[in-house]
């Protein structure tokens, strides 16, 4: 599976997520994807809400198809990216739910753990979240049932 409309990747990480954003990048430059990293810049420690953020903004804003934020467990960078509007965050710790997040959550912004995944893995968890295409059908009303949420 290809989904060639997805050309524009939006990356961030905090101090514990850094390593593994920087695999990830380089692996997603060498398919041919535009990626911009809005940070962490070092692997001084720092709070992973700000980059969460940043990327957040950049796909709500239109400047990425795709976030992914990478911090030491996924967790936290997904709380902070789940409360902006017109965000669906998934953290995900294996391949079927980050295949499943795009075909039925719409999923736009994928959140790995460096203390949990491997570089191998994590990698391919990438390409299934940016290669899936949302299924539509029978999921949309329950995208725009969460979509709904952001007007409360
Ligand atoms: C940093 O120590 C760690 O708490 C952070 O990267 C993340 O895992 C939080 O959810």
Known sequence: MNNNAIKTIVMGSDHAGYHLKLKIKAHLESRGLEVLDVGTDTPESCNYTIFA???????????????????????????????HPGIRAACCENTFSARMTRMHN??????????????????DMADLFID??????????????????DQR
């Open 53 to 83: 953020h940043a990327v957040c903004e950049a796909v709500t804003g239109g400047k990425a198809d795709l976030g992914i934020l990478v911090c030491g467990t996924g967790l936290g960078m997904s709380m902070a990216a789940n409360k």
């Open 106 to 123: 719409d999923a736009n912004v994928l959140c790995l753990g460096e203390r949990v995944l491997g570089f191998g893995l994590a990698c």
């Open 132 to 149: 899936t295409p949302f299924e539509g059908g029978r999921h949309q009303a329950r995208v725009d049932d969460i979509n709904a949420l």
